[in-house]
């Protein structure tokens, strides 16, 4: 799967913005929430969700990236999240917020930065549907993916397959047409693309690239 991330789109422009991801094939809308706390960055909050919902009936796929995570769950949800996601880093109940995630009916996900190893998820991997491994420091687009990444997603694809657990594998930072082979040979399901996308001159054609149509 493939979910464009709007971090990269041009925000005086965000419906256009939908649309391209929309027109191009891709699967979900990638909404990268910042702080300016938890990563350096400032982006945009639960208004720009609702606003965005109306153009699309895409899902609508939203990282927290933020302290206090469980602050934001309600609200985005209300906007119309169809996917939460939060830091590990920034919670220290991970387990009751992926609870409450879940009990308000969508689906729930924890992402974790390059320097947290996947090993840390171990108690949670059963109560989740996305995993979001950032093969980048989070906070600014058009970075160089880190290739020590690739061992967490095998490691958790590994994992899946000898328990049975229910997650996606996602991955964000670096994704375009040089490090796509190696993230879905490591195991990763949901490819998060940003300036890759935006800055592409055959959305369309990326898209069906990073699937795996190579012909294209």
Known sequence: MVAPSLLSADFSAMGEAVKKIEESGADWVHMDIMDGVFVPTLTFGPKM??????????????????????????????????????HLEAEVHSHRLLQNILGLGIKAGISIVPSTPALLLGEILDMLDIILIMTVNPGF????????????????????????????????????????????????????????????????????????????
């Open 49 to 86: 969700v609702a606003d965005l919902r109306k153009k699309t009936k895409l899902p609508m796929d939203v990282h927290l990236m933020v302290v206090n995570p469980e602050k934001y769950i309600k609200p985005f949800i209300e906007a119309g999240a169809d996917h939460i996601t939060f």
């Open 141 to 216: 687009g058009g970075q160089k993916l880190i290739s020590r990444s690739l061992e967490k997603i095998s490691y958790l694809a590994a994992m899946k397959r000898e328990k049975g657990f229910r997650y996606r594998i996602a991955v964000d930072g670096g994704v375009d047409k040089t490090t796509v082979q190696s993230l879905r040979g490591a195991g990763a399901e949901i490819l998060v693309t940003g300036s890759a996308f935006f800055g592409s001159a055959d959305p369309a054609a990326d898209v069906m690239y990073l699937r795996g149509n190579n012909f294209v």
